[in-house]
């Protein structure tokens, strides 16, 4: 079992659609991140977060420490939220990865 | 942005011969980051390091070397590149707070490898 489990690997929705993409894990963490990533290979963080939640523009971010679960929001979500979505944890000196959701929004 | 930058961008070469990927920062940041990037695998972490001189192996390690020998540079190095070691390579860099990744991530463009 991975340390880091995405849910769904894969999500398409319509413009305007509430969007949630789910992270579970198994280790203790000092941190979890959300970052994105387009077409073309860049990748960008979107959140970096220990407890509750964060909030940027459209995006949210959850995080439930005791049930090792967090969960990213996107409302009102639109065509250029394409991309893959990641979770990572962060535990020690150490970055685990989820697989990644890729989420398509179609127009 | 934050100033991270990879080396080469793009390289094609033969199984065998040695590789040498380069990370340079000029943020000032202890964490530093290799990892791979395959199809239906997602992100996987081949080295760290947590400061000058001090490194650590990741999940996938074997067939990798890595050295920092300055806070600005971390290098990877395929000593004998195999067609398995074709891939995307990023670099990935975390704020010093004491914690690795207990800061905003930072990420170079990627470096694309194919080992023929």
């Known amino acids: 079992k991975n340390e880091v489990e995405q849910s769904p690997q894969n999500l398409t929705a319509q413009e305007g659609e509430f969007i949630t993409i789910n992270c579970s894990y198994s280790?203790?963490?000092?941190?979890l991140h959300w970052l994105q990533q387009h077409p073309g290979g860049g990748i960008v963080s979107l959140f970096m977060?220990?407890?509750g939640k964060k909030k940027h523009g459209r995006l949210i971010a959850t995080i439930n420490i005791q049930e090792k679960h967090s969960s990213l929001h996107i409302t009102a979500s639109h065509p250029r939220d394409s991309a893959v979505y990641i979770c990572?944890?962060?535990?020690?000196?150490?970055?685990?990865f989820g697989e990644g959701t890729q989420l398509t929004v179609n127009p | 942005d934050a100033g991270i930058t990879q080396s080469p961008r793009h390289k094609v070469t033969e199984t065998g011969t040695p590789v040498t990927l380069r990370c340079h920062q000029t943020?000032?940041?202890?964490?530093m980051y290799w990892y791979r990037q395959d199809p239906g695998h997602g992100l996987r972490l081949i080295h760290y390091?947590?400061?000058?001189?001090?490194?650590d192996k990741g999940e996938v390690s074997d067939g990798y070397s890595v050295s920092r020998s300055k806070t600005e540079d971390f290098l990877l190095t395929l000593e004998s590149a195999t067609s398995s070691q074709t891939s995307v390579y990023f670099c990935?860099?975390?704020?010093?707070?004491?914690?690795?990744?207990?800061?905003?991530?930072?990420f170079g463009e990627g470096s694309r490898l194919t080992v023929l």
């Open positions: 990935a860099i975390s704020q010093f707070s004491g914690v690795a990744g207990a800061g905003e991530l930072f």
């Open positions: 990572a944890v962060a535990s020690g000196s150490r970055l685990t």
């Open positions: 943020e000032n940041h202890r964490y």
């Open positions: 977060l220990s407890s």
């Open positions: 280790v203790g963490i000092s941190a």
């Open positions: 390091s947590y400061g000058v001189k001090d490194t």
